[in-house]
């Protein structure tokens, strides 16, 4: 990968920590809500990603730092069943992944023309992880959760909806 290609990754990696803006200005009931009693909710699905980058920081630097070195993984769902993901600040969390977002970026565009493929760590579930990897994987995180995200918006108006019309119906057998 040349620089150019990594510049154009860099910069849709930072554009990324804008893709849950949106979610602020959000209904709290539809940020709550939960399609299926398994889903996450769009709060979840959001400080779950902000941990997820959290967690990610550290294995890029741990890339540059000590090149082969090794990281753990986290069991996803236990954190989000845990640590009460709906008491965690969505303002805070989406100030974190901006600002986490913003310093790699800023550091990556300063090994441009490092060789990323050289910059590794060893995951103990995903292997031998790469820079060049690593950031494609982290660009594609966004859409793998704004999907959920876009279902879950989807689900909850068909829930109004249909809420909406037995209440219609009740009113006009009541009438």
Not at 136 to 155: G, M, Q, W
Request: hydrophobic share 40%; charged share 25%; proline share 2%.
């Amino acid at each position: 990968m040349n620089s150019s290609e990594k510049t154009i990754l860099i910069d849709r990696f930072l554009a990324g920590a804008d893709s849950f803006d949106d979610v602020l200005a959000m209904d709290p009931a539809l940020l709550a809500f939960k399609p299926s009693m398994d889903a996450w909710s769009i709060h979840q699905h959001v400080v779950h990603f902000v941990e997820s980058d959290i967690a990610t920081f550290h294995r890029y630097r741990k890339a540059l730092a000590e090149p082969g070195g090794p990281v753990v993984g986290y069991d996803e769902e236990k954190w989000t069943a845990n640590l009460d993901y709906h008491e965690t600040s969505l303002e805070d969390s989406l100030a974190i992944l901006k600002l986490l977002r913003r310093v790699t970026a800023k550091h990556l565009r300063s090994i441009v023309n490092s060789d990323w493929a050289q910059l590794t760590y060893s995951h103990n579930v995903n292997g031998t992880v790469d820079l060049e990897a690593w950031i494609v994987s982290y660009i594609e995180h966004v859409s793998f959760h704004r999907t959920y995200i876009e279902r879950n918006i989807k689900s909850f108006a068909k829930v109004r909806e249909s809420k909406k019309e037995q209440s219609e119906k009740k009113g006009k057998k009541g009438s």
